[in-house]
């Protein structure tokens, strides 16, 4: 059974950093595509942050590039998105993502991900 969990949201103030881990298991092949997205109350969820476990390349939307990095311990798991600089509008609750395949083509399309984890919440103060 493939099962997906992302820990480490917490509150801090504006400018703060924040690290979240992600780990997807039951996997068959490394050709696996993970994403962060995050939904704030009454907003829909959209796509952070995407790595491909298979080949390393990352994609970040414009709202948390140059703020947001997702690294990965090895070629597989765990996923990182390091958060910093963090402003009151990237409070939400993140969610990580995973499906097959290497390319993460379409990588911010929610309807592509199989597997979610429960989300973690991250609340910005100002």
């Known amino acids: 059974q493939v099962q997906v969990v992302e820990s480490g949201g917490g509150s801090v103030q504006a400018g703060g950093s924040l690290r979240l881990s992600c780990v997807a298991s039951?996997?068959?092949?490394?050709?696996?595509?993970m994403g962060w997205f995050r939904q704030a109350p009454g907003k829909q969820r959209e796509g952070c942050a995407v790595?491909?476990?298979?080949?390393?390349?990352?994609y970040y939307a414009d709202s948390v590039q140059g703020r947001f990095a997702s690294s990965r311990d090895n070629n597989q798991n765990p996923v990182y998105l390091q958060m910093n600089t963090l402003k009151p509008e990237d409070t939400a609750s993140y969610y990580c993502?995973?499906?097959?395949?290497?390319?993460?083509?379409?990588?911010?399309?929610?309807?592509?991900?199989?597997?979610w984890g429960p989300g973690t919440q991250v609340t910005v103060s100002s």
């Open positions: 993502a995973a499906r097959d395949g290497a390319a993460c083509n379409s990588w911010a399309d929610l309807t592509l991900y199989a597997y």
């Open positions: 039951g996997f068959k092949s490394g050709r696996v595509c």
């Open positions: 790595a491909s476990a298979a080949t390393g390349v990352t």
